[in-house]
């Protein structure tokens, strides 16, 4: 103690105060740390203040943004309009008339690629498909396109609008019986029901903001999945987990469908499975087609959008990453973890959504997805070619008189080759989901157009 004492006496008087200041000066640190923490730890017990009550009537996102001002921000950001190299949207000026009241429009997809119309010859697509917008603009978009002109069911509507109170309006509170009944409605009549694009109410239940599925075809299409795999009378809103919510959320809307019987059913094709070519076994066994090509006679297929189906069979969904995981990675906004509701491709948004699990620089993450995509693109256009020197052919043999057994036989390879082509075309991840799989089944179209062109000699 003497030691000590002396120790300080010889420092001087300037020294202790030193010592005393810095020791003030931690305390001070320690309590504002202490403060900080405990007001975060509450701030996380309250994840959000209840200004308005909600119920599930109420489908304005504005009204639920209330309650959840950071999510309706960023929800707001989805009428953002930013191209990658293989997707997203450039805005191009439209002059508005009564038809289409529109001012800003997105590149033609037909136009770029010519082989398109081709391809669909005789039928809507080849009339008007642009590149698709983000998720504001998933209404308007279908509302306006000149598909419209050849008449579409209310089918349609099942992926392009908030329809939760539209089935219960239609079904008498029943969605199930509401989404029957929409389906066999004009897409005009339903539509004058339809006041917004997909909104918080279809992913969310109003109660608890739990996840939850509200489309009826999706209920009924995974439990044919979950059948192939031994579970019987699966419910995906009592058995999913939440993990899987934050993938089947998104794929209500993001996969293959045909329309079914008169009533113009939704109906998704997992009768067999989830592959390409498990669908078009499916298409195959009950002889559906969705028109005969103006071309060639063909009973053709046209694949719609099947991320879902696309990326069950990717790393990602081995690894059990999820869509919201890439698409709506978590952000912090305080002691908030909140999944970033701007919904975009992850190629605009590498760090928060590849970073998480690669510990990459993000030049480094945007080169190894243009390799895959790159790759991908070059192999699609072969197929692509194959596709239309099989049409080619089939003219011909069909202006030269060739045997009707021939040309049946080519239109067969024609059908199957287009179908496994444009469900990868219609995959909008450029084949980045499941890089493997896409070369897989691309390389299946070329042999099937090269076995139709080889059935006409």
Known sequence: MKAILKWIENLGSRAVWIILGGG??????????????????????????????????????????????????????????????????????????????????????????????????????????????????????????????????????????????????????????????MNSQPYMEVAKKAEHPVACIDCHSASDMSLRVTRPAFMIGIQKVKKLEGITNYDVNQDATRKE????????????????????????????????????????QIAFKDWTHKDTGAAALKAQHPEFEMYSQGIHARSGVSCADCHMPYVSEGAQKVSDHHVRSPYLNVDAACGTCHSLKPEEHRARIDTIQDTHWQLRNVAMDALMALIDDIERAQKSGAPESKLKEARSYQRKSQFLLGFVEAENSTGFHAPQESARILGNAIDMARKGQAALK
């Open 245 to 284: 919510m934050r993938t089947y959320v998104c794929a209500q809307c993001h996969v293959e469908y045909y329309f079914e019987g008169k009533e113009k059913t939704l109906t998704y094709p997992w009768d067999k499975g989830l592959k390409a070519d498990q669908i078009l076994a499916y298409y195959e």
């Open 24 to 181: 003030f000066l931690l305390g001070l640190i320690i309590a504002f740390l202490v403060a900080d923490v405990s007001s975060r730890i509450q701030e996380a017990k309250q994840p959000y203040f209840q200004v308005v009550e909600l119920d599930d009537s109420i489908t304005d996102p504005e009204i639920w943004g209330k309650n959840f001002p950071l999510h309706l921000e960023m929800y707001k950001k989805t009428t953002d309009m930013e191209r990658s190299r293989y997707g997203g949207s450039e805005a191009l000026p439209h002059i508005p008339d009564e038809a289409d009241p529109r001012s800003v429009v997105t590149q033609s997809k037909i136009d770029e690629d010519p082989r398109l119309k081709r391809m669909w010859a005789g039928y809507a697509f080849s009339i008007d498909f642009r590149e698709e917008r983000g998720h504001a603009y998933m209404l308007t978009d279908q509302l306006h396109t000149l598909r419209q002109k050849v008449g579409q069911p209310g089918t349609c509507l099942n992926c392009h609008a908030s329809t939760y109170n539209i089935y219960k309006e239609l079904g008498d509170g029943d969605i199930m019986k509401g989404f029957h009944e």
